[in-house]
């Protein structure tokens, strides 16, 4: 069992904590922007550049008109973007900006793709499949493009956690391809705050495994999905991209819950133990992609400030992982399970209610803890 890391001490830690933590990432921030104001321009060892507005601007770009770079389309430059014409602000980043549906072959390609962003950016985004898009409730309006998004889903509780405005671009079925067909320049850049990334579990085809073992009694066929190296290669070349296009973020991965715990499920009776066994696998291997990839792209940042003499104090790139959660899977029964099986509502093998929760809960609080380091780090680069 495992404990609600927003609620570990008394019930005011939910309301204080967080608040405190809040003002102090507020009270770095306001330093960095200071610094950068100061300096006029961004420019960092990843190859990003842009230049801060004024706190107008930033309420703008926070209400939702996104603004071009440095002359891009009709957005003009930083004073310019400060006026009320937000109209020929947003004119310009549709008219400027339009992102590659490529998928990149190399490095060189990727750093091109990121290269062609102008664009100023959302404070959170999140990237990912069904885990991030569904929740067994009700569908809601979805801005950022035709994917389904329900109410409730936890990167929109971890948006109202942290008071970060969201934009999700998750969507059902997605794999880590998927990445690279999104029009990313009005959403990633110097002003993103928090990015939240979950692929991998699709890759690797888990539920539809899951799916396939549970139709029939006995061993089923077993589905092809990617191996875990490939996932994670593919990650790794993803987390450099959003590290580029978004410098100053904080980026997590988050993982996946467990489908199934146990040899024999009861509420898996078409399931063998050995499928059972190979399911759990599966699942913890996508979660552990996410693990290896973050970590891999973590050194990288470190040892390329490390390289040109910076100090390092955070990479800011962290992982949630969630394959040592016990006792919430689809083998437990009654308000424990986190994941759906014969609900009226919701999306079979996807997330129930409590399970989102227990997410959001613990990727706010990630984000709270790391968030200061990060700040500091920042200020430290003079950004």
Known sequence: MHRNPLQQNSPSRLQHAPSRLRNRILTASALTMTLALGIGSLTNSFGITGHWWTDANAAAAQAGHYYMANGAGSAG???????????????????????????????????????????YGYPMVALGDSTMSLAPTTRRPNPFGSCHHYAGAWPQQVSQKLHLPLADLSCSGEVTASYWKKNLGPYLGPRTQLVVISYGSNDMRVVAQLATYNAHLGTGKKVQGRSRKDVEQSLITILKDVRKRAPNALILTVGYLPLVQEKHCVNLPNMTP????????????????????????????????KDNGVEVVSAGISNVPFRQVHGHDLCVMGHKRFILNREKTGVRYHYTEPGLSYIADHVAWKYLSEQLQWSRQMVYLGR
Do not use: C
């Open 77 to 119: 430059n930083a004073g310019n973007a400060g006026n009320a014409n937000g109209a020929n602000g947003a004119n310009g980043a549709n008219s400027a900006g339009a992102s590659t549906t490529t998928t990149p072959t190399s490095d060189a390609d990727a750093d091109r793709i990121a290269g062609s962003s102008g664009y």
């Open 274 to 305: 050995f499928e059972n066994t190979r399911v759990r696998h599966l699942r913890e291997a996508a979660d552990q992609a996410l693990t290896t990839a973050s970590k891999t792209v973590a050194r990288m940042s470190e040892q390329q400030w």
